[in-house]
């Protein structure tokens, strides 16, 4: 790799190396030290093509579900299996994933936009502005729908379908739009725990001793052509856990897993 060589945005990938191994390792003991990440599936990583995937997955934090699938990500295609244990394999970091993320938030300070470098695709959010919802949404910003097309053909994509923190959101069409329309392999991943042990940023520890957890699922089985936008948003509710059925049944069950897997932890398994 050149020492000057960019990626389709215009960033040099050697600034980008550096800035992932140096996050990296100052991020990994919040993933597993003070607190451990439970992971599953993440050998399905490895079968994915190197480009056209798009990540899908509910959202707790703005940036610590990013890191944490960025360590997870990286770990599996070096071979690790549901660990991120030994850290060197940030040493040479996969360069070609990138994440949605609102435009407001990634300009909301030095250590954001620093991070902004790292892959983010940012979009203006067309219902919200600085916290409140919008009495009319404002247009969707072409350039940067096609901004995500570029990213698609470069390498995967993380998105947030809900765009918000908050569980149980409506699904976005314009990631069922972006699925139809442009066909990448779509992967739902489900996250827990992250709420509960960071702020809201995702910036700060908030808690120790919290089990994370991050399951990886096969890709989505999608008719591009004949499934409706429709169809699509229920598939992607569904695919990610926030559908509203799952109301009724998740909480009990995720308390119980929980409670046994601190019980294991405890005594060391």
């Not at 990013?66 to 690790?80: C, D, E, I, T, Y």
């Not at 993320?101 to 936009?113: F, Q, Y």
């Not at 219902?127 to 096609?146: H, M, P, S």
């Amino acid at each position: 790799m050149g020492l000057f060589k960019r990626n389709p945005f215009g960033h040099l990938l050697f600034l980008k190396k550096w800035i992932i191994r140096f996050f990296g390792f100052a991020t990994h003991q919040r993933f597993r030290g003070f607190n451990d990440l439970h992971i599953e599936g993440s050998e399905i990583l490895r079968t994915l093509p190197d480009k056209h995937v798009l990540f899908i997955s509910n959202h707790q934090t703005y940036f610590a579900d990013v890191v944490a699938m960025f360590h997870v990500f990286n770990a599996s295609l070096k071979g690790r299996e549901d660990t991120i244990k030994n850290i060197f394999y940030i040493w040479n970091p996969k360069l070609n994933i990138y994440y949605v993320a609102a435009a407001e938030t990634m300009k909301s300070g030095l250590l954001p936009r620093i991070l902004s470098y790292v892959g983010a695709i940012t979009v203006d959010r067309t219902w919200r502005a600085k916290g409140v919802e919008l009495e009319q949404k404002k247009e969707v910003n072409i350039d940067q729908v096609e901004n995500i097309k570029i990213a698609l053909e470069d390498g995967w994509v993380i998105t947030f379908p809900q765009g918000t923190t908050k569980s149980f959101k409506p699904i976005r069409k314009g990631t069922a739009h972006i699925i139809k329309n442009y066909k990448p392999v779509v992967v739902p991943i489900v996250i827990d725990g992250f709420r509960r042990s960071f702020d809201k940023k995702g910036l700060h520890l908030k808690k120790k001793g919290i089990l994370q957890s991050m399951v990886i699922k096969e890709p989505l089985e999608i008719d591009y052509e004949n499934d409706s936008i429709e169809t699509i948003v229920e598939k992607v509710e569904m695919a990610i856990e926030q559908h509203p059925s799952f109301l009724k049944v998740i909480p009990q069950e995720f308390l119980e897993q929980e409670k046994e897997l601190n019980k294991l932890r405890k005594y060391g398994y």
